[in-house]
């Protein structure tokens, strides 16, 4: 099975032929932070999907933090840049919950953890911060149990 890692550097190959300056970026930055993440201290030398996920999304918050920056700042074209970047890394992410979803999946595990109110949310926050991992954004999951939790 092709892993994530094997996909970029593919990917990196057909965005150079094709000569997507935007693509070829993301890519390298991608491959240069899985690199990290093999050749880290402690790690085997080999980069489990499960940790490209959590790298490319960090990838995508970092991007799109710096683009609401460059937005504050009145530098819409480098916001643009940052935006078209974080489109080619959600590429390699798995598909996103729907807000429907999110909502289904948190309420079903605040009912397996017992959670009635607020003083429940770190336990609720740790079942689905686990579950729903590369699913759905840890704000979105947490103001999603906040506001059940609330109800």
């Known amino acids: 099975m092709e892993t994530l890692f094997d996909k970029v550097s ?13 693509a070829l970026e993301a890519l390298r930055g ?7 993440a093999k050749t880290a201290k402690g790690n085997d030398g080999t980069l489990h999907d499960e940790q490209g996920v959590k790298i ?3 990838m995508v918050k970092q991007r799109k933090d710096s683009a609401q920056i460059y937005n ?7 916001a643009e840049n940052e935006l078209a970047e974080v489109a080619v890394i ?4 798995p598909k996103q919950l729907s807000d ?3 909502e289904a999946a948190i309420s079903a595990i ?6 009635t109110n607020l003083q429940d949310l770190g336990k609720v926050m740790g ?4 579950q729903l991992a590369g699913k759905a954004e840890g704000r979105a999951i947490s103001e999603k149990v906040k506001v059940l939790l609330t109800k």
Do not use: V
Request: proline content about 2%; charged content about 35%; glycine content about 2%.
């Open 127 to 130: 079942i689905a911060s686990k």
């Open 72 to 78: 504050d700042q009145n530098r819409p074209e480098l």
């Open 110 to 115: 605040i009912a397996q953890a017992g959670a």
């Open 30 to 36: 991608i491959k240069k932070e899985f690199l990290e």
């Open 90 to 93: 959600e590429r390699y992410l």
């Open 56 to 58: 490319l999304q960090k």
């Open 10 to 22: 593919a990917d990196i190959k057909t965005a150079m032929l094709a000569k997507d300056k935007i």
């Open 100 to 102: 429907t979803e999110l």
